[in-house]
């Protein structure tokens, strides 16, 4: 990203983070820029994110634990699954 930045120096190079059953669900926003490389930056109005450790339970900031988001663009099922 750092050698875009260079190549397009006018330009908004940013990263953005999301999954097949969804939207982008975050971003860093352009005052940011290029700052927070590997961040997924900041989670976009109207998503909620919450990290479940493997007991279920609610992971607190720096534990490790499976990211569980919602939100208007999450796929409600998968196609001609919808018990997955």
Do not use: H, W
């Amino acid at each position: 990203m750092n050698q875009m930045a260079k190549v397009f120096p006018n330009s908004f190079i940013g990263q953005a983070f999301g999954m097949t059953e969804g939207c982008s669900i975050s971003m860093l926003s352009p005052e940011r820029k290029i700052g927070t490389l590997g961040s997924a930056g900041v989670l976009i109005p109207g998503v909620k994110a919450k990290v479940l450790k493997a007991d279920g339970s609610l992971g607190k900031e720096g534990e490790q634990g499976e990211l569980v988001v919602g939100g208007p663009g999450m796929a409600s099922e998968y196609y001609s699954n919808p018990t997955a």
